[in-house]
């Protein structure tokens, strides 16, 4: 867009003020194709599709220019660097060139050049940032498929703004998210692993399959990005503590669906919305991966990768995938449970309340947990109606609070699936040790708007 004028018109280009949009009698809102418009299937959501690129960039002689693809020529005349870059594999017609007097450093894993172009005094976090790229390409080959470049790249640049983004093996990511963050604090998220994590993830949904340009289209990036990430979080630091990457999600979803101004649409038609892509997004597929397994998901995933991948129009709706997680779906319970996920907006409301802890003559414990259940289904202005509901959700009983401190494995007394239905009931266990917390879904895998009554304190 900053190189070369653009051929043709995009929605991008139309005027996007709603004040403006009205003084000139349009309609207030611009949304995307419905899902079923399937003339919109003839384009993605970027506008292009697939090409080669061959790219030559010349800066000035101490600075080190990147563009994607494998970098055939590199040398210094006349005061110029001049290098060449040329793609092994196909590239949207969306990618970045940058240039700076960066600090490198590589790492060859697998074949595969891994490298952080930084600022020379931002060197804290660069082995986190090749650690991570390392365990993603690993799930991602393992799971999804082969990653289609020979070098991955993450490239700092300056706080003017803080977001990273991912272009065919080269990923520009902000300092202020990842350079200069302070990975000492053993509470806090690890997000510099966790956003490289997203971005590699991007390496195949988006730069491998790219959505239609219609309602849904970001669910087969974003939403698979952060999926992506949160597999690798949680074979890098154990489903005990996934409590913590959950709930941040799940806090950003409440707080800004209430700040909708347009209308809250389901995951499967999100109209670029980022709470909805990203943050109900990631609760919505960790729990699918809990409930259908993870190999399940992931064969699901891999149907629509090998179905569409690099492939011209048609581009893939949102839809296909739901149904391809529908299929892998083997119990009544399961089915619902995608419907629910992914074509309505579901909110539960699941609370601990007042669980006891009672000694037995035998030394044993008699844990007592009444819980009381809800769901509801809303619509996209946010009006709520109650629907019956039946499930198999987890029950946990620990000697420490979930998600808090070093909270993992060793505090769990019990984990396990029981079946809960609306209104209220209780919960039974004898126990060796006594919990000092009980909950239901203690670690938030499902919407619930109100999470922190999940667990409660055992009296
Ligand atoms: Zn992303």
Do not use: C
């Not at 946010?382 to 401190?405: H, Q, V, Y």
């Amino acid at each position: 867009m900053e190189i070369a004028p653009a051929i043709g018109m995009g929605r991008d280009m139309l005027l996007q003020d709603r004040a403006k949009r009205r003084k000139y009698g349009l309609p207030a809102e611009l949304h995307p194709a419905k899902l079923e418009d399937l003339s919109a299937t003839r384009s993605t959501y970027f506008g292009g599709g697939w090409t080669t690129a061959d790219i030559t960039v010349s800066t000035v002689a101490d600075q080190t220019p990147i563009a994607p693809g494998r970098k055939i020529f590199d040398q210094v005349a006349n005061g110029r660097r001049t290098a060449r870059f040329v793609s092994d594999a196909p590239i949207l017609t969306f990618f970045s060139i940058q240039s700076a007097r960066y600090a490198e450093r590589h790492r060859l894993y697998k074949g595969i050049d891994l490298g952080i172009y930084y600022h020379p005094a931002h060197a804290w976090n660069v082995d986190r940032m090749l650690n991570a790229l390392q365990h993603g390409l690993d799930y991602y080959q393992a799971n999804f498929g082969p990653y289609q470049f020979k070098q991955a790249r993450i490239i700092e640049f300056p706080a003017y703004d803080s977001f990273a983004q991912a272009f065919a093996n080269t990923m520009p990511y902000s300092e202020a998210i990842g350079f200069t963050a302070d990975a000492t604090d053993k509470d806090a998220i690890d997000y510099v692993t966790y956003v490289t994590a997203h971005e590699l993830g991007h390496q195949w949904w988006a730069h491998q399959i790219i959505g239609a340009d219609m309602q849904g289209g970001t669910m087969l990036s974003e939403t698979l990005a952060q999926y992506s990430a949160l597999m690798v979080m949680k074979h890098l630091y154990g489903e005990d503590a996934m409590r913590r990457f959950l709930k941040f999600e799940l806090d950003g979803y409440l707080r800004r669906r209430g700040g909708e101004g347009i209308e809250e649409q389901p995951l499967e038609r999100v109209e670029n919305q980022q709470y909805i892509h990203y943050n109900k997004g990631s609760l919505v597929m960790y729990l699918l991966q809990d409930r259908l397994g993870e190999d399940a998901v992931n064969r699901a995933l891999r149907s629509i990768l090998d179905k569409y991948r690099f492939k011209g129009a048609p581009y893939p709706r949102s839809i296909e995938l739901v149904d391809a997680f529908r299929n892998e779906a083997k119990t009544p319970e399961d089915k619902a449970l995608v419907a629910d996920l992914f074509e309505r907006i579901t909110v539960y409301d699941l609370k601990a309340d007042a669980p006891t802890a009672v000694r037995r003559k035998d030394g044993k414990w008699d844990v007592t947990l009444p819980v009381e259940a809800h769901k509801y289904y809303a619509d996209g202005k946010g009006n709520e109606k109650e629907s019956a509901f039946a499930d198999r959700i987890a029950i946990g009983l620990f000697t420490a609070e979930p998600g808090r401190g070093a909270f993992d494995r060793k505090n769990v007394v019990l984990m396990e699936r029981r079946p809960v239905k609306s209104g209220r009931q209780i919960f039974r266990f004898v126990t060796a040790q006594k919990p000092s917390f009980a909950g239901v879904d203690p670690y938030n895998f499902y919407i619930d708007r109100n999470s922190d009554d999940n667990v409660a304190p055992v009296g």
